[in-house]
């Protein structure tokens, strides 16, 4: 079964994250996606030096070959004349153009949206910015780290009172890339009806804000921050995470705290807090929140986590592992909903990837293609264009590829 964007051709000019793995995800769902790269390659590419340097990981380079699976790759000058025509050529086949650059970068290249999409009016120009297409700093640089900064993740995260938290690589620019693929989902639709292609930006920064949506509509609709919460002293102690007997965490989540606040006393034999004055209530348990976590952390403090999931179940409670990625990666319910997918390697054999977020039940996602090899598919994407065997010898001569 093919995908369901089957039959659409992407062109990709990007690097690092943000644009490669929105082209990622439009391959996921069965797009052409051609990379372009220049002579000295996508960053990507060498990013295995720089996170070893950082936090010491070894191994096989699962930045790029995860940003890049379901692509085919070719090298290209574009600063040479033949270069260009060459890439001029691919827009005209194409449905998409994708890159990441700088909003003034395509400008520069003769690459902008007026131009190419002069050429080919059905053209998406898909534009994964960081800050937008407008505004005072719409030409400023910016990756993941600078994203999550100025969009309110920092602060959204970790306890009350704490600095801004430390984030893991990466959360920005898969929210901006996912929102850029959806983009172009939406824009291919619209195409549809109207026979017209259109610019399509989705920045960094406005993605992660969309994310943010719940705790930034506190600050826009009140004038007043989301506060961050310290657990040890939780508004809603039945909505929280405990640490359990063998170190490990689970957490509790009810939203209708007195239809489940019986139910957690039971699971944790504590049903003599039932009917306790200070607890007996919402409003009773936030003004002794921290008293009631005490007594929980005590109290999950006898078993092991295994143990308290069965007895809280049993009791019709709300809870969850909290698990490091590591563990996500073998949950069984991420493994059965292809959130994690094998793959044959050509160099290295059954892979575990990152899967898809959706599940289609006519046209599947799937992981067709390792990313490719610097270059790997030059002649063959040329070919396809009409090149001949001694034109495409003569490009490589001149080192236009």
Known sequence: MTGPLDGVRVIEISMFQQGPVAGMRLGDLGADVIKIEPKTGDPGRQFMRIIGAMVGLEGRNYYF??????KRGMVLDMRKPQGMEVF???VDSADVFLNNMSIPAPERMGIGPDVLMA???????????GWGRKGPDADDYSFDYTGIARSGLMFACGEKGAPPTQILPGI???VGALACAWGVTAALYAREKTGRGQVVDTSLMGSVIATLGLIMAAPSMLDMEFSREVRAEAGNPIYNHYRCQDDRWIAIAHLQPERYWPKVCQALSLEELTDDPRFNSIEAR???AAALVAIFDERFALKP???????????GCICTPVQTPQEVTCDPQALANDY???????????????GFPWDFSDTPASCRLPAPEFGQHTDEILSELGYTAVEIDSLRRNEVI
């Open 65 to 70: 070959e995860h940003g890049n699976r379901n």
């Open 88 to 90: 001029l050529k691919l």
């Open 119 to 129: 050429r080919n009016p059905r053209l998406i120009y898909a534009h994964a910015s």
């Open 172 to 174: 920005g620019d898969e």
């Open 286 to 288: 936030s003004k002794n």
């Open 305 to 315: 986590r295994h143990e308290w999931l069965a007895l809280l179940n049993q009791a």
């Open 340 to 354: 994690f997918v094998y793959m044959n390697h050509p160099e290295h054999g059954k892979t575990k990837m990152v």
